[in-house]
């Protein structure tokens, strides 16, 4: 999976807090990039008042992951 795979807004969220290389070298696993690295970061920042959107994953056996931005 790769950075340009997700939508524009999800984009431009992840590069406001990781930088590109960043991004490419943990989406090997991308699960494992959102559900331990990117849900608790937006977690930390709203509880410390920052105005970030939710991110909410779908994923089944036989479709990629999707990842849903919630304004």
Sequence with gaps: ??????SKDVRKLLLEHWTFGE???RLS????????VVLPRLAYL???GKDVP??????????????????
Excluded: G, K
């Design 46 to 48: 709203r509880r410390n």
């Design 23 to 25: 991004i490419e070298s």
């Design 29 to 36: 696993d991308p699960a494992y990039f959102f559900e331990q």
């Design 1 to 6: 999976m790769q950075l340009s795979d997700f």
């Design 54 to 71: 939710t991110l909410r994953l779908q994923q089944s056996p036989n479709n990629p992951l999707r990842v849903i931005l919630i304004p």
